[in-house]
């Protein structure tokens, strides 16, 4: 399956940004699929994961309560709300496909990631 990651900016803290995720290739409903993050000179880390039937989620304590995953099987597209954005969040965000866990060795597709950029 092939991800394209879209949606990142520039914004002001406390704003708000969608993340989209469209999945082309292989069936998208069959993946478990999940959003990542890396800030320069770190490593990637794990945002947010939904399962593909029960859609189960889970977040990054980081990010509880303030972003929603979610995603559209019949559209092939997973989302990320990012509301109250702060400059911590900045980092590349990626999207991949194949697991539900915080561990990044476990996915099996990747995205090409999209830049959020958080203002102070």
């Known amino acids: 399956v092939q991800l394209q990651a879209s949606g990142g900016g520039l914004v002001q803290a406390g704003g708000s940004l969608r993340l989209s995720c469209v999945a082309s290739?292989?069936?998208?409903?069959?993946?478990?699929m999940a959003w990542f993050r890396q800030a320069p000179g770190k490593e990637r880390e794990f945002v947010a994961a939904i399962t593909l039937i029960s859609r189960r989620t889970r977040y990054a304590d980081s990010v509880k309560g303030r972003f929603t995953i979610s995603r559209d099987n019949a559209k092939n597209t997973m989302y990320l709300q990012m509301n109250s954005l702060k400059p911590e969040d900045t980092a590349v965000y990626y999207c991949?496909?194949?697991?539900?866990?915080?561990?990044?060795?476990?996915?099996?597709?990747w995205g090409q990631g999209t830049q959020v950029t958080v203002s102070s």
């Open positions: 991949a496909a194949g697991s539900h866990y915080t561990d990044p060795r476990g996915y099996d597709y």
């Open positions: 290739g292989r069936t998208f409903s069959a993946y478990d």
